[in-house]
């Protein structure tokens, strides 16, 4: 994924895991931008494929640098359609200070 560097406030991710876009969030966002991040954490080491679920703790190892804002690992209970899994939630702000004006 491209993104022009500091153009956004806010980016928003759920539910999708592209590993690659990790980078492109921290050149596009703002100073002082929020990053939104919703996905799913592996629970089961030997079930799961990594390609699809973060490993527990590498959201928040990822961006450590950001202000952690929310930071937590939960699980999902079961439904009728899926089985238990777990989730990664993060909310984190960009260094720096927001410049501009806004509109």
């Known amino acids: 994924a491209w993104f022009p560097p500091g153009r956004f406030d806010v980016i928003l991710n759920f539910h999708f895991l592209e590993r690659q876009t990790f980078s492109a969030y921290r050149q596009a966002l ?43 690992e939960a699980g999902l209970p079961p439904s009728r359609a899926r089985p238990a899994r777990g989730v990664a939630r993060l909310v984190a702000r960009k260094p720096g200070t927001a410049t501009g004006s806004r509109p």
């Open 30 to 72: 703002k100073p002082g931008g929020l990053l939104f991040i919703e996905t799913f954490v592996r629970t089961e080491p030997e079930t799961q494929d990594t390609s699809y679920y973060l490993e527990p703790g590498e959201l928040r190892a990822r961006f450590s640098d950001y202000e952690l804002i929310l930071d937590e």
